[in-house]
């Protein structure tokens, strides 16, 4: 087991399948927020899924309205289950703050791959990995 720490962005705990982008995520327009499913064309992640896994990426990207847009992923039960960043910047930290989805930055994400089972406590900031 591999274990992480970083800094607490919304506190939470989940755990969940990894899906881990090498880009930015642009959540307003770039996720839709009925199906969870990244629409952003040219994506790594374009045409899969984010609901309910543990969504790895290295920072948002695009509009402030994305933070409102992870509340409507919250409110239709396709939000992740937890964000990790390796630099959380403010529509990501809005966006899981008024959605109540842990997250945690400050991660060398280059360690988290696709498909592992991933722990997030982001009250003490801690990834783990099995």
Known sequence: MMELKGRKICAGKASGEAIVSSEGVSFYGG????????VEKGHPL??????GKV????????STVGSYT???????????????????ETIVAVGAIISGIPC???????????????????EKGMVRVD
Do not use: W
């Open 104 to 122: 945690v930055d400050r991660i060398d994400i280059s360690r988290l791959k696709d498909g592992v089972n991933v722990e997030v406590d982001a």
């Open 55 to 62: 969504l790895v990426f290295p920072q948002g990207k695009g």
């Open 70 to 88: 992870m509340y409507r992923l919250a409110k239709n039960r396709k939000a992740p289950a937890a964000i990790i960043n390796k630099e959380c």
């Open 31 to 38: 996720v839709d927020p009925d199906t969870g499913v990244v």
């Open 46 to 51: 374009e045409g899969k899924s984010i609901a």
